[in-house]
């Protein structure tokens, strides 16, 4: 069996208030995977990989209240997000099953460990909005990590797992593969209750995942549920709620939330929504007096998708997404009241 889907947007992106920005870009992906018999098991091999270093640059693009990584290696990425790594996974694994038991074997160069929901791009109610969500380092950041191993067991409806990878998040260099380490563990337990029901929780301890800060480390809890839903004759939707906590060592504890949903309407209609509140000490660089200070923010975001094409496998559509980011009183001098963005976009996928 071989595979092959990918999927790119054109993006204008207008972040309003104070601290905003605005930029065209493209963000995209494309990925390969293929799988065959071998010996009493199962080989599986993925190819995932992104133009996003070319199509955003190191400096990615205006997001406002994100914050995590670089673009130089010497000052933080504040109130944009960071494009994808050319090589967002090359990786293998291994099956043997019997009846509804498996056991399996991962490892990637990069790949991803067993480490909260899975990533935005990837699930149905996030991968409709062409931006990040400001919860992606409470949630699914790791899912680009150079240097992983994990081993799991299915049995019916539950999975567990356990991951061996490098902790440190990919730095301003986006073409090139790093060189992996062991350095931090993970385990999480998947539940699917029912056929439309798909649950989570997982811990992880990462080493120095951050590369201006080598010397803090830190503990990941998340937890999330997924429900798959359909309406009428053509109408699917898809929902989710997750919950994130970093505790930093040393640092602070930080939660963050999120839910998010979206519909298709027949072949040609997406509605999409997300809604997210983080606490954040990131948003200042010193001698700002606000410096290290946690600030509870968050973003509502809405937005619709008409696929105007069909045809085969690929499909293109035009849309727009509106956000309004939620910021407290002390904020307000340099973010505004309730600051309005916009993103206006074209759409392509190959299934």
């Known amino acids: ?44 091999l993925r190819a995932m990989l992104s ?57 990637g160069l990069p790949g ?3 480490l909260g929901p899975p990533a935005f791009m990837h699930r149905f109610s996030g991968v409709n909005i062409p931006a990040a969500p400001i919860t992606h380092h409470w949630l699914d950041s790791t899912h680009i990590t150079f240097g992983v191993l994990t081993a799991g067991a299915v049995m019916d409806r539950v999975k567990v797992e356990a991951s061996a990878f490098r902790g440190r998040e990919p730095d301003q260099d986006r073409w090139n593969i790093e060189s992996p380490k062991l350095d931090s563990h993970s385990f999480r337990l ?34 999330s549920a997924i429900y798959d839903g359909t309406f009428g004759d053509a109408g699917r939707w898809e929902g989710m709620v997750a919950w994130g906590r970093n505790r930093n060592r040393p640092g602070h504890l930080l939660d963050a939330f999120t839910a998010e949903a979206a519909a298709t309407l027949g072949d040609r209609h997406v509605l999409f929504a997300r809604a997210e509140q983080v606490g954040k000490d ?25 696929d105007f094409r069909r045809r085969g496998h690929v499909g293109t559509g035009i849309g727009a997404a509106g956000t309004l980011s939620r910021v407290p009183r002390t904020l307000r001098d340099v973010y505004g009241n309730l600051p309005a963005s916009i993103l206006v976009f074209l759409h392509a996928a190959l299934h």
């Open 1 to 44: 069996m071989a595979m092959l889907h990918g999927s790119a947007d054109l993006v204008y992106d207008h972040q309003g208030g104070d601290r905003g920005d605005e930029k065209v870009f493209s963000d995209n992906l494309g990925m390969g995977m293929a799988q065959r018999s071998l010996g009493p098991g199962t080989l599986g």
């Open 190 to 223: 998947s539940v699917n209750p029912t056929d439309r029901w798909a649950l989570q929780v997982s811990y992880g301890r990462l080493h120095s995942p951050e590369q201006l800060e080598p010397d803090v480390h830190q503990d990941r809890t998340t937890a």
């Open 51 to 107: 133009l996003e270093p070319a199509t955003i640059g190191k400096d990615g693009y205006p997001l406002l209240l994100q914050t995590g990584e670089t673009a130089n290696g010497l000052a933080p990425l504040i109130d944009r997000q960071h494009p994808h790594d050319l090589f967002m996974e090359l990786a293998g694994s291994y099956r043997v099953s019997s009846g509804n038991r498996s056991l399996f074997v991962y490892g």
């Open 112 to 114: 991803e460990p067993a």
């Open 282 to 306: 990131e948003l200042f660089l010193a001698p700002e007096p606000r410096t290290g200070r946690v600030f509870h923010v968050g973003e509502l975001t809405a937005g619709y998708r008409y």
